[in-house]
Nanobody
Framework: QVQLVESGGGLVQPGGSLRLSCAAS????????VGWYRQAPGKQRELVAA???????NYADSVKGRFTLSRDNANNMVYLEMNSLKPEDTAVYYC?????????WGQGTQVTVSS
């Protein structure tokens, strides 16, 4: 059974930092592209950052220079380091893993940026 379990969300003040983690199981992790998406209330889910198996990263323009995506294949983990957080970063953040014809999602973790 494939599972992606996110953690690390919470409430943070503007300008603060958070590190999201995603633990994957049930897949040959190193063969999958991984990434983070987010969905704010009333908005569509959007890509935040993605990392293909070749190590090439792609970031949404709104988070470039502030967020860093990384993976640890040895431990089946994906991380999203978020710095200089803004109120508009408030959303539920979802971990995703994909392979041709397959796409898996975590249950999401809430990130709230507010003073």
């Amino acid at each position: 059974q494939v599972q992606l379990v996110e953690s690390g969300g919470g409430l943070v003040q503007p300008g603060g930092s958070l590190r999201l983690s995603c633990a994957a199981s049930g897949i040959i992790f190193s063969r999958y592209g991984v990434g983070w998406y987010r969905q704010a209330p009333g908005k569509q889910r959007e890509l935040v950052a993605a990392l293909n198996i070749g190590g090439r990263a792609n970031y949404a323009d709104s988070v470039k220079g502030r967020f860093t995506l990384s993976r640890d294949n040895a431990n089946n983990m994906v991380y999203l380091e978020m710095n200089s957080l803004k109120p508009e970063d408030t959303a539920v953040y979802y971990c995703s893993a994909w392979y041709p014809g397959l796409n898996y999602w975590g249950q999401g973790t809430q990130v709230t940026v507010s003073s």
